[in-house]
């Protein structure tokens, strides 16, 4: 199983950024994917998952609105649209496998991260 995540850096507050999370090693389809995100001295948070049973599904109240999940099965990858960037969503981002079905601490497969940093 690999994931990789790429497309974050810095961004002023209120622009936008688009995360991907390029999945192999396993049936794509047949698995949730979901997006975290921990912030210096904070624990890892779920923000939001997907997958082809149960569509996309929101964790964080804060996202709502501003966040979008959506996948290409061509391509194995699960998109992170972020909106309206915030200082407070500055965090590295993970995408994992079964994101969404199993409490955080008990999922095995994540990709490296990657740093998203909004600028006030």
Sequence with gaps: VQLVESGGGLVEAGGSLR???AASG???DAYAIGWFR???GKDREVVLCISSREGSKYYQDSVKGRFTISSDTAKNTVYLQMNSLKPEDTA???CAK??????TADLTDWGQGIQVTVSS
């Design 98 to 103: 079964d994101g969404g079905v199993y409490g």
């Design 38 to 40: 921990q912030a210096p």
């Design 19 to 21: 995360l991907s999370c």
């Design 26 to 28: 396993f049936s794509f």
């Design 92 to 94: 590295v981002y993970y």
